[in-house]
């Protein structure tokens, strides 16, 4: 039982002690382990390797430059149908407007005719009785 409580504390020791050197140490030698062990096992030359990353790069630039293309010329269309939704939405609103102002305007002289005949009548009996 003695034992197991002893390591216990030598592993907190060497935690706090210099881990956090060793890992970077540790990082270090694996990135430059790799790095070494894969260009010495590429199946390409240095110039080959460049010139493919070049092509690539051109192909992506190209792609990317033709997407672009592609949503201006959507985003134009699209503004283009909303101008016309918005000329047509204005041009309906209007007329109904216009509309609207003619029925009131027929249907308020035709209550006026009816009110004012009415009221002849009321008086044309007032002045019988």
């Known amino acids: 039982m003695g034992n197991t409580y002893d390591g216990f ?3 907190l ?4 002690g210099g881990g956090g050197v060793s890992f970077v140490l540790g990082l270090l030698t ?3 382990l790799g790095a070494g062990l894969g260009m010495l096992f590429a199946p390409k030359s240095g110039s080959e390797l460049r010139s493919q990353l070049s092509e ?3 192909d992506v630039a190209n ?3 033709e997407g672009y293309r592609r949503a201006s010329q959507s985003a134009g269309q699209w503004a283009e149908k909303g101008r016309e ?3 047509k939405a204005s041009e309906a609103v209007a007329k109904g407007a216009k509309e609207a102002r003619k029925y009131v305007r027929e249907t308020g002289s035709s209550t006026s005719s009816a009110y004012n005949s ?3 009548h009321i008086r044309g009996r007032a002045a019988d009785d």
């Open 13 to 16: 020791e060497y935690r706090d």
């Open 30 to 32: 694996g990135t430059v």
């Open 56 to 58: 690539r790069a051109g």
């Open 9 to 11: 504390d030598k592993a």
């Open 118 to 120: 009415t009221a002849e």
């Open 63 to 65: 792609q990317a430059s």
């Open 85 to 87: 939704a918005y000329n």
